[in-house]
């Protein structure tokens, strides 16, 4: 209910009112370059699992309940990445950039 993203490049940004399930986005880097997640999550009530994959290959993984800010650095193994999102009767919104 009230789930907002935008999509574009190497960033994400999505809010929500209220929010239980899973939504997958995906990128494309080039095989080989370092690559560094910066995320932004607002956690007003529930909790946000975010993950961060390559192909089959799990890169980072963090589960959210308050709000926090961070950075995360991975050499990409594959073009293929995905971040997933997963909702517990949450609330709030978050950002993520790769650079």
């Known amino acids: 209910m009230g ?4 999509h574009f490049g190497k960033k ?8 239980t399930g899973v939504d997958y986005y995906h990128f494309v880097f080039k095989k ?3 690559m560094m997640i910066v995320y932004d999550v607002v956690v007003e009530e529930g909790e946000l699992t975010i993950e961060w994959s390559e192909r089959k ?4 993984k ?9 950075t995360f650095s991975s050499e990409a193994g594959s073009s293929m990445h995905t971040i997933n999102l997963k909702g517990e009767k949450t609330r709030g919104g978050c ?3 790769f650079r």
């Open 57 to 60: 290959r799990m890169i980072w």
């Open 12 to 19: 994400l940004e999505v809010s929500y009112k209220k929010y």
């Open 32 to 34: 080989g370059k370092k």
């Open 3 to 6: 789930y907002f993203y935008k």
């Open 95 to 97: 950002r993520i950039e």
């Open 62 to 70: 963090e589960t959210f309940k308050e709000s926090s800010q961070g």
